[in-house]
Nanobody, 123 residues
Framework: QVQLVESGGGLVQAGGSLRLSCAAS????????MGWFRQAPGKERETIAA????????YYADSVKGRFTISRDNAKNTLALHMNSLRPEDTAVYYC????????????????WGQGTQVTVSS
């Protein structure tokens, strides 16, 4: 069982930056692929970034590539998402997710996810 708690969302102007954090419980954090997905009203969930347990594999959706950076600290059981050059279309609830298998996180499948944190980008 993994419990995930996100923080760091908020309101920011277009072009601004935010840093999301996710704190994970459990002793097996490094064995999970971790990621962030977002969901805007009326839209399907979108996995925007993911990182494997060893940090060897990293994925970014085209919509955020070059603007967002995902990182993890296995010693501290934390996951982060640095978001730069934010756009109004980035407005959504952002969720931290964990899954045992790397391929599943790329298929928008999660074993665990947090309660989400709202990110709102004003134009």
């Amino acid at each position: 069982q993994v419990q995930l708690v996100e923080s760091g969302g908020g309101l920011v102007q277009a072009g601004g930056s935010l840093r999301l954090s996710c704190a994970a419980s459990g002793r097996t954090f490094s064995t999970y692929a971790m990621g962030w997905f977002r969901q805007a009203p009326g839209k399907e969930r979108e996995t925007i970034a993911a990182i494997s347990g060893s940090c060897e594999d990293i994925y970014y959706a085209d919509s955020v590539k070059g603007r967002f950076t995902i990182s993890r600290d296995n010693a501290k059981n934390t996951l982060a998402l640095h978001m730069n050059s934010l756009r109004p279309e980035d407005t959504a609830v952002y969720y931290c997710e964990a899954t045992r298998a790397w391929y599943r996180i790329l298929q928008d499948e999660s074993d665990y996810w947090g309660q989400g944190t709202q990110v709102t980008v004003s134009s």
